[in-house]
């Protein structure tokens, strides 16, 4: 049996969970982090969830989903695929991404986990690939920036 792996990360930012969930589900906020992405869902369990962008003048989804839980502003898991891969589209493929969302005296705290690389196909180099990008870090840097510079 393999050893789990999972690439996490965590920041405190100052406001409150409703900031950050609105930050991480509304497609205007997520275009501002995420590579000019934006979120295409209906929010519900089961559902799709596109990051769209645009790339030389095209609009194309970069990277697919489905909604596996969430309870607003605590709670988001959705599954991850890049349909632009050379990997086959299955769910043995997919990764899970879980955003956990705490609040304490106006302080929020968000948690991403990204994983369970030893479970999907390519998964030790896709880890690593993950880890030389620096993970969730930056992307945790920006949404926080973005937040309190509201």
Request: proline share 4%.
């Amino acid at each position: 049996m393999s050893t789990p792996k999972f690439i996490t990360g965590e920041i405190q930012i100052k406001a409150p969970a409703t900031s950050v969930w609105n930050a991480l589900v509304n497609p205007e906020e997520t275009k501002k982090y995420m590579f000019g992405c934006e979120t295409v869902s209906d929010w519900k369990v089961g559902s799709d969830l596109l990051w769209r962008g645009t790339h030389e003048g095209n609009e194309m989804v970069f990277v697919s989903g489905k909604i596996k839980s969430i309870e607003p502003e605590k709670h988001l898991a959705y599954t991850t695929f890049d349909p632009h891969s050379e990997m086959a589209d299955i769910p043995e493929n997919y990764l899970t991404v879980t955003y956990d969302i705490t609040e304490s005296g106006g302080i929020s705290t968000l948690k991403i986990t990204q994983g369970d690389y030893s479970q999907t196909g390519e998964g030790e180099k896709r880890y690593n690939e993950s880890l030389e990008g620096g993970g969730w870090n930056g992307i945790l840097e920006m949404i926080k920036n973005q937040i309190e510079q509201v």
